[in-house]
């Protein structure tokens, strides 16, 4: 049974251009979480989703970021326009939809880069 | 909202010897303890968990503790190995319905032969 998949796992990006981190959850997991960590910090939560709804956006930025879970394939975290500062580890996690359901397992992280 | 605040940030133990790192929660409701372990370059791991209902719990080397009342709960490694370094992240949230886990800042433990 495959993890939690994410990909790419490095990306490098120049400043304005757009990143788009992809997240597979566990075979069978219908919730994924979103976590930015930036170095030498902890996990700060960005965004809860169900397939097709966002349930918690609560730590996301206003602007230039955007999440989705469609029916069908990844959820997506979409930066656009980045900036120096959005440098992190970007790390997904995803939960079975009952049951242990905070339990989260996390996937191997994407580690973007804004030059 | 929740709060968790982690402590030390840092910590060096020898070989052998045991390690504590502590954590508080703000929020009474919070009912779910997880603590995850992250070695460098690698995903966060889930090692153990505590729920509210109970106040101690061990597998092998590890064991976490649950002070409900003071909003206490610790991570306790006895016999530590180099393997053991790594960075602990304590966590707390509320089981049941849309779960939201607030993590605390993260130890690094640094275990030296």
């Known amino acids: 049974n495959a993890g939690v998949m994410q990909n790419p796992r490095h990306l490098v990006r120049r400043r304005g251009q757009e990143a788009r981190l992809r997240c597979s959850p566990m075979k069978g997991h219908s919730h994924v979480y979103w976590y930015r960590q930036l170095p030498e910090e902890g996990l700060k939560f960005m965004v809860y989703l169900q397939k097709e709804n966002i349930i918690d956006e609560s730590g996301m930025p206003k602007e230039r970021f955007s999440a989705e879970f469609p029916k069908e394939g990844p959820s997506i975290l979409r930066i656009q326009q980045v900036v120096r500062g959005d440098s992190a580890a970007y790390f997904c996690a995803s939960s079975p939809p009952q049951g242990a359901r905070e339990t989260q397992y996390f996937g191997p992280g994407t580690r973007l880069l804004v030059l | 909202g929740e709060n968790v605040e982690q402590h030390p940030s840092t910590l060096s133990v020898q070989e052998g010897d045991s390690a504590v790192i502590k954590c508080t929660y703000s929020?009474?409701?919070?009912?779910?303890f997880p603590w995850y372990k992250q070695e460098l370059g690698k995903r966060p791991q889930l090692i153990i968990d505590i729920r509210s209902n109970v106040g101690e719990k061990k597998d092998q080397r590890i064991a976490v503790t649950l002070n409900k009342t003071a909003k206490h709960f610790s991570l306790h490694i006895t016999e530590t190995q180099p393997e053991d370094s790594a960075v602990y992240f304590c966590?707390?949230?509320?089981?049941?319905?849309?779960?939201?886990?607030?993590f605390g800042i993260g130890t690094k433990l640094q275990v030296i032969p």
């Open positions: 966590a707390a949230s509320i089981s049941g319905g849309y779960q939201k886990v607030t």
């Open positions: 929020d009474s409701a919070s009912n779910y």
